[in-house]
């Protein structure tokens, strides 16, 4: 259980960092994907996202 806590901060990091370039592609604004300002600082969650991600990856290493 702790392993998956782990993959899934790591993969919210890894987001975070590559925000901006994910919104430009149309990534970071599905329904599913949450914004909120908290102490002046703004966080994102991107839970539809990560979904579609996850699921092209699958398709992909399905092909491979």
């Known amino acids: 259980m702790i392993r998956w806590l782990i993959v899934i901060f790591l993969l919210l990091l890894i987001f975070q960092g590559f925000h901006r370039w994910l919104e430009k592609i149309g990534l ?32 992909l290493s399905k092909l491979i």
């Open 28 to 59: 970071g604004r599905l329904p599913g994907d949450f914004r909120f300002k908290l102490f002046g600082r703004d966080f994102f969650l991107p839970v539809a996202s990560s979904v579609l991600l996850s699921l092209v990856a699958m398709g």
